[in-house]
């Protein structure tokens, strides 16, 4: 149950997004219920007072501070954020959003390959937040990514995996850890991304929007670790027509030997 | 996170079925990797000898014997079967099942009715397997029963829930627990079935048809309680368009006094 | 492209229910527009004067006159119901409705089979509105009712077919016509219907509610003729992996020979 | 009932791929039943002799060519086709693809983007063939695209369409006309395109590889046809609970004097 990516092994294959909570006790709580071990922050968040804190909470957790390019329309605007963040928090990883739509807060396919390549080249480990296209999943790939994370649907709308299908192409084609980033709404989906294969989930509203920010980490948590298990585990094939768990033809009737006792727990 | 059927409290809200699987020792560990407290039992399977031995199963792990009349085509076969059942196991507990059609295994719901409001009457505790129809579910609490048990699909199947609506509608109209029997395949459809409101699952073939049954118990025992506890967080609602989960507007660019250290865990 | 029920060849697979339009010259043209041969009535709408120009109207349109038993909440109800309607309006048809919720309008499975019996020995034809439980359709066919007739979803929901798989189990079953009845929101879920083998659909709320009812009845009438032929005309297979429909391997480039004239329409 | 692409008007909105048919006799019928006024090529398949014979079916037929680029796997190859293609058949119109993945198919990006940009800027008329990303869609239309056409699935996989959700925002937001190329599989998937409010389909593998093609092309005329109605017609909203389409409440029961007559048709 680790999730490994550039080299850095982490015993949850959760990432929790530090936006949206209200305020940094939950935030610290929520951190703590996940089990996750690497957690985002918006740079523009990121003030000299407050959000001092807000670096300090994560850290005191024990969790790696991912940076991302929240907000940044252009592959300029991304590069430049990064670089700032790189030089501020000390960290070559950067979760790189280049939005192409304001409304959807889908990616900008071109500008976010070519963010990602002027990234790499100087040295980021680049995690990209893409749509679910599998060619452009396998071009952040080449261009020297060291993960793919693909929306299942976009932020903070909580439809879920939109089309499963593509992510199960992307997870099918990847050398690099998949991880579902955007979409998730509850714990079902969360396991339904890992039953696809996806090595990871990122989350943000769906755990800091919920009614109760700590319960649904937790729920969060179990469903991530559920659906990698069943994967592992070998799920039965769908069936057109029904099996019975319990063949009866030519069984014996019920023999009152076996009467005993109360089987109550 | 406990279920109460006809006043006796279990703490899983998993039920296992005892069916399917290689050998006794298999049973056993998914029993125990599963957390169940309650666990079916074909009673055309339980034999003098070989029997007796996965009576002892069950009873050793502490868990409460549920005799099925799997295999029966009318109410007078599965009422005859219950009765057997009661005598030879002391409980009064039973799943019912009358089978109406041999391929899909659905049940037959008016000689299920019938033999439900018979078995009641002989102060049974019954619990039936039904299919989905948000009716007869209330036909059946009406006449007494102390559980309903929806099929998600064909039993062995693995398709899931077909039809959350006719699940989500018989969870709101029912007064006792609803618990869903038969199409489970893997953790997300579990998961999925808590977050609908339903009060518990019935796995058989999932678990025990899984190329690893025990880790697949282990993944249905954390789905349960992922989408038991998602159900209770209260998830955030499904939105057409995106919304940030780190609102940028207007916030100021990220302050070189954050800098501080690095944040690797 | 013709349904027979009962011996009665009807040349349009589309029912039409005639409650809820705006007023008798919507349902005139409608009927017009959607080519229906059968028009169903509610019993209890049929009034001495305002109604019979309700049944003026289908039998000018040269339509035969299905009446339901809309309302009735047990066998007693609507048998009672449906021997009115044989008198008053000279057909042994008979749409058989016994709801058994009021907030669904879903069908009592118990006592819709017991009505049905009960007329079928009456002498009527009998065409019960069902859930889309297949044992209970396959019950309904054993009384000797002349079709089936499953909701795909609750009447007036338009929420389509919620559960594919039991409609075609329906269908693959039954020696009667198998017509959707309930759910339907738009052409497309009446072309699905025809696609999973359905032999009819019937309509209501879908067209008279629609904000054009004529031209929804168009679409409709449209959408049954075009999933009937793609049924008959045998779809492609679902694929996991594309398969061009150019195969290009080994093509010779393009021959400026070709290049002839214009070739605009 | 009308498209209009880049200033010229089509009386139908299915456009048909000339690939994959049996034989010439086939795909002139096709054409016939499709109703169809625009009928893809794939250049590479054009040679002197059988392919002249191609484009003679498809003239007399009184359809416009649309060469496709279909087999080039980078802009450059596909640009330079187009020119071949400009000069051969006498055509400024283009279906552009730039495949990236030969599995699925499915369009590679920021190549796409590029090819369209140079196309344009030498006077085709573009339609390119693109995956169901809003964001690359909206970037097509910027760069001077006729009509942007995304996939619904996989080119010949029959899924239909995986993410409707993707498809609506897409329509929403462009002022080109939207077709949805490539994935279509049976009549009710090209009714639902025409129902997100989509002004065509492309259709190829889905008729030609028919059983029957020939009815396949009248089935989905008919669909584009019922779906486009369904449209404009406005369906009713989905409920989450049933209304009837005849209330009955307080009205009065059956009265004789409506007995009238026979009512068969």
């Not at 998730?184 to 769906?206: F, K, P, R, Y």
Request: proline letters at 6%.
């Amino acid at each position: 149950m680790s999730l490994v990516i550039a080299g850095h092994q982490l015993r949850s294959r959760l990432i929790l997004g530090s936006g949206g909570f209200a305020n940094l006790e939950v935030l610290r709580a929520a951190i703590e219920a996940s089990g996750t071990e690497l957690v985002t922050v918006a740079l523009r968040r990121v003030e000299p007072g407050a959000d001092g804190s807000l670096l300090d909470v994560i850290e005191e957790a024990g969790c790696r501070v991912l940076p991302n390019t929240a907000g940044c329309y252009s592959a300029r605007e991304a590069v430049r954020l990064a670089r700032l963040a790189r030089e501020a928090l000390g960290t070559e990883w950067v979760k790189l959003e280049v939005i192409g739509d304001e409304d959807t807060l889908l990616p900008d396919p071109a500008e976010l390959l070519d963010a990602a390549a002027t990234l790499v080249a100087e040295g980021f480990v680049v995690l990209p937040y893409t749509n679910d296209d599998p060619v452009l999943a396998k071009r952040l790939e080449q261009v020297g990514c060291a993960a793919v994370m693909p929306a299942g649907s976009p932020i903070g709308s909580g439809m879920g995996i939109n089309n499963p299908y593509n992510l199960r192409l992307i997870r099918e084609r990847s050398q690099v850890p998949v991880i579902v980033d955007a979409g998730i709404g509850t714990a079902s989906d969360a396991a339904q991304a890992m039953e696809l294969g996806c090595d990871g989930v990122l989350l943000a509203s769906s755990v800091s929007r919920a009614r109760d920010p700590v319960k649904m980490a937790r729920a969060m948590r179990l469903a991530v670790e559920a659906g990698r298990a069943a994967y592992e585990a070998g799920r039965i094939p769908r069936r057109t027509f029904a099996q019975a768990s319990s063949p009866t033809d030519g069984m014996p009737a019920l023999s009152p030997s076996a009467s005993a006792s109360q089987r109550t727990g």
